[in-house]
């Protein structure tokens, strides 16, 4: 487990965690998503839980029990999602970006399903892009919660992708997962590091989620903004 786990040492914080993965609608019946299973995130809202923290956890598609203690607030779309962890970040201590959110959604989305015809090729799907809610919560001048924390999953150069992509998004702590191969999508497993933005990393050897999450809340309980 993470160095403090069993400690209150988030008494009093307000941590707001999104989980699972977003679903961008083709149509009634079809939709563009990812493999985000959400063990992650609810592990993360559990050992939140555990350390007293209040927590409300905004779940994209996930198919997992309710965590105890926690506040869960259904999404779907990335539109959705957005709206729910701006409303819950407002006034919160901690934001947990552990939702993979998709980057870009259909431009149009068709009001009856979409039907093949003989002999008729089917359309390109038009994509745009969709706002980077992390990015955008770590850029906020006016209410910027005090720790705001990103999830990565990369295939190569993963330590330089992660740094490169803390100092993009402008979090204050990344935490980056080495994907490919069967790692981490849907397994019971984690393996990751978590950078911080003084140079700081913490390898997190393979293991449950769970010590991946409290080694995730060492990490955000060391930030100065909470000290
Ligand atoms: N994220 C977000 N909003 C988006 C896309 C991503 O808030 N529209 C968050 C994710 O929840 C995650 C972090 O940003 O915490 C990093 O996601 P990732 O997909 O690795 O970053 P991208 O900037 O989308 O980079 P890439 O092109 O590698 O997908
Ligand atoms: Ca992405």
Redesign the pocket.
Known sequence: RGERAGEQDLAGRHVVI?AGGTREPLDPVRFLGNHSSGKQGYALARTAVARGARVTLVAANTALPDPAGATVVPVST?GELSRAVTEAAAGADVVV?????A?FRPVHVATGKIKKRDGVEPEPIALER?????AGLAARREDRPPVVV????ETDDVLASGRA?LAR?GCDLLVVNEVGGGRAFGTEDNEAVVLDTRGGERHVPRGPKEDLADAVWDAVVAEPALS
């Open positions: 999104s990335t970006m552990a939702a993979a959110v980057d969709n706002p980077d809610i992390l990103g999830f990565a999953a992509k998004k």
